[in-house]
């Protein structure tokens, strides 16, 4: 069982940034790819980030050039900095584990889920 919990949510004003932590616990961090969801009232859960086990990195077109993820195989954590933030970016955010062969954008792919983190953004 890999345990993650997210942290570094909050309120920011339209323009900030907040960088997300998510820290890993109960098997081998380097072996999952790691990804960033989230999901905003109303809404589906919805995919914005995914970084392999190697490091390579993909984005959802909506925060490419905004936020950027990182992981910390030393540490068991992946980062999410989010930076000029919009208003369309409250959402609760969640980190997962992908363990299959190739990280995916999607949910389904993701064994592993965190409790997620409140992040808002006022104007």
């Known amino acids: 069982q890999l345990v993650l919990v997210e942290s570094g949510g909050g309120l920011v004003q339209a323009g900030g940034s907040l960088r997300l932590s998510c820290a890993a616990s109960?098997?081998?961090?380097?072996?999952?790819?790691m990804g960033w969801f989230r999901q905003a009232p109303g809404k589906g859960r919805q995919f914005v980030a995914t970084i392999s086990r190697t490091g390579n990195t993909y984005y959802a077109d909506s925060v490419k050039g905004r936020f950027t993820i990182s992981r910390d195989n030393a540490k068991n954590t992946v980062y999410l900095q989010m930076n000029s933030l919009k208003p369309e970016d409250t959402a609760v955010y969640y980190c997962?584990?992908?363990?299959?062969?190739?990280?995916?954008?999607?949910?389904?792919?993701?064994?592993?889920w965190g409790p997620g983190t409140q992040v808002t953004v006022s104007t």
């Open positions: 997962a584990a992908d363990s299959t062969l190739l990280p995916s954008r999607a949910e389904s792919g993701y064994n592993y």
């Open positions: 109960g098997r081998t961090f380097s072996n999952y790819h």
